[in-house]
């Protein structure tokens, strides 16, 4: 079975400052890693995912996160925050054994103030 | 494409009623699946359904059941209903390939009184 813990429950920052969303993953065998981002009253949108090659990926609005096996991570950063990240940000794996199930994180929710 | 639609988006029921949910896919996705989001236990998996088949099964009880139809549209039953059953359900559908990315709903809000 797979876990994921993200050590934070709630993250504020100002406006333009630089935030790391933390991940940590178990598993028994070899994941892949996803974050998606919940804004209020919506669904969950794919903010990027990590299926193998590079273990730096981005995502299109300036958000990246590294994959990192020796430590089992999979933290999100993002250099310079605007109030419209404001939302809850969850972190999930899963395997390739066929299915498409995810494996949530409890979420992190980020707050940007100006 | 049209994205992941969910019906109702709001409803209220009391406790022993029944209720369905419904969940269309992306068009020629072939996999759905549901998930369970409550403030205290977060984003928990239900069932996966590929090609009309249960392929998939979370740790819930068998009050919670599903299907798929052909059209790859599906429906959730919750029976005899409970105060903690009270979640946003959110289903997710993609081409049902192993790493493929999930495409969520907005999701239907129960409130169970």
């Known amino acids: 079975a797979q876990s994921v813990t993200q050590l934070d429950s709630q993250v504020p920052v100002f406006e333009e400052a630089p935030v790391e969303l933390r991940c940590n993953y178990s598993?028994?065998?070899?994941?892949?890693l996803f974050w998606y981002v919940q804004y209020p009253n919506q669904g969950l949108q794919l903010l990027l995912k990590?299926?193998?090659?590079?273990?730096l990926v981005e995502s299109i609005n300036g958000f990246e996160a590294e994959f990192n096996k020796s430590q089992t991570s999979f933290h999100l950063r993002k250099p310079s925050v605007h109030i419209s990240d404001t939302a809850e940000y969850f972190c999930?794996?899963?395997?390739?054994?066929?299915?498409?199930?995810?494996?949530f994180g409890k979420g992190t929710m980020l707050l940007v103030s100006p | 494409k049209a994205g992941v639609t969910q019906t109702p988006r709001y409803l209220i029921k009391t406790r022993g009623q029944q209720v369905t949910l419904s969940c269309s896919p992306i068009?020629?996705?072939?996999?759905v699946s549901w998930y369970q989001q409550t403030p205290g236990q977060g984003l928990q998996f239900l069932f996966e359904?590929?090609?009309?088949?249960?392929?998939n099964k979370g740790n819930f009880p068998g009050r919670f059941s599903g299907r798929q139809f052909s059209n790859s549209r599906s429906e959730m039953n919750v029976s005899t209903l409970e105060l903690g059953d009270s979640a946003l359900y959110l289903c997710?559908?993609?081409?049902?390939?192993?790493?493929?990315?999930?495409?969520f709903g907005p999701g239907t809000r129960l409130l169970v009184l």
């Open positions: 997710a559908s993609s081409s049902g390939q192993g790493a493929e990315t999930q495409y």
């Open positions: 598993s028994s065998v070899s994941v892949y």
């Open positions: 990590y299926l193998s090659g590079s273990t």
């Open positions: 999930a794996v899963s395997t390739n054994s066929g299915y498409s199930t995810l494996t």
């Open positions: 068009s020629g996705h072939r996999s």
């Open positions: 359904y590929f090609s009309e088949t249960q392929r």
